[in-house]
């Protein structure tokens, strides 16, 4: 069955620093994977997604991840954290069926950003 | 343009009392789907609909939950003689037909707490 594992219930990280937020993925195919942010009382924004291709895709807010399919992983990387980007972050992958995406959702990092 | 909407943004109800929750997705996205995000948890997927057609309903967790779209835009989450493990945010979700990697844009979410 797919699923998607988050290791990391919470991360904190102080400002500026390099940010990681691993995610490991069981899916039988290819898989389609995506990074989405949800900020308190706001929907899910996508990150970043992965169909094919370059394994190391950017994003929005100057996150990027990488796919490594020899660990079912797609980690989250952003070089330098801002306040700003305190948030819950998950990681989901697409179970494609007739055409659609299911999406299957971890269950997420909470950041926290220390001044 | 504006962005998916849902209504209400939040939800009391006593146990056993219906209710029905409200998502009004992208002007032209074909596609829409529920999920439900219990507190600490990432969502999980309810149901989907291409247009008026409910093509997926695997997600929802009992015959209390039903769902409907009837003229293909609007579309309504009801829960019949709702119980205290029903408590969770619900994720509207809609996306522009075609190829299945096409993003997912989320609306804010219903906050739903039973009593």
Redesign the interface.
Known sequence: AQSVTQPDIHITVSEGASLELRCNYSYGATPYLFWYVQSPGQGLQLLLKYFSGDTLVQGIKGFEAEFKRSQSSFNLRKPSVHWSDAAEYFCAVGARSGGYNKLIFGAGTRLAVHP | GA??SQSPRYKVAKRGQDVALRCDPISGHV?L?W?QQAL??????LT?F?NEAQ??KS?LPSDRFFAERPEGSVSTLKIQRTQQEDSAVY?C?SSFS????????????TRLTVL
Do not use: M
């Open positions: 962005g998916v596609s789907f999920y600490g948890q990432g969502p999980e997927f989907y291409q093509l997926d997600g994720l979700a075609g190829p299945a990697h096409n993003e997912q844009f989320f609306g804010p979410g």
